[in-house]
């Protein structure tokens, strides 16, 4: 997925890189990009009135989008500044009405929706306060499979599935803090190798 993953997010942090001016952000990759913010209020409400095959769906259809746009920006050379910007926002946000209103319909632990929150917002904050100082953070190595493992496990919370599955999702979400977690040590530890 582009920038929703911690390995493309270096990219994303330089916003001049690779930008050609010439293009419009008038372009496919980045009306993708607007319509997942724009449904995501959508999703939310679809979780909270119990519409769960609807609520999955819609999950799906945004991440699909995700995936989409980033693949059309790289093939046709589409890359601008406002998708650089924008995309990371869109992901994030998804990421984290999804985990909100898992947990204001009682589906899952306040603690993960913590843990997890603050692992991304908290890194994410970190890495632009020391690029304003010139400094710039190696991407983690393990940010695909938490990205991967994030999004499996909100989609098996979100889809109605039988009780007997709802032990191994809990698993695959633990799985998921537990990457998210050891990703997050990882950039500490790299930035600070990095900048010594």
Partial sequence: ??????????????????????????????????????FIPLFVWLVLAGHDWWAFGCFVLLMITDKLDGDIARARGLITDFGKIADPIADKALMTAAFVSLNIIGALPVW??????????????????????????PASKGG??????????????????PEWMDIPSLIVMLAAVVVTVVTGVQYLVDGRKENQ
């Fill in 112 to 137: 993960i929706t913590v843990v997890i929150l603050f692992r991304e917002f908290g890194i994410t904050i970190w890495r632009f306060v020391l690029l304003r100082q010139g400094k710039v953070v």
């Fill in 1 to 38: 997925m582009k920038n929703v993953n911690d390995s493309q997010a270096a990219q994303n942090q330089t916003p001049h890189a690779d930008v050609d001016p010439a293009v419009s952000n008038w372009n496919l990759p980045n009306i993708l990009t607007g319509l997942r913010i724009l």
């Fill in 144 to 161: 695909k499979l938490k990205t991967a493992l994030q999004t499996l496990a909100v989609a098996l919370y979100l889809c109605p599935l």
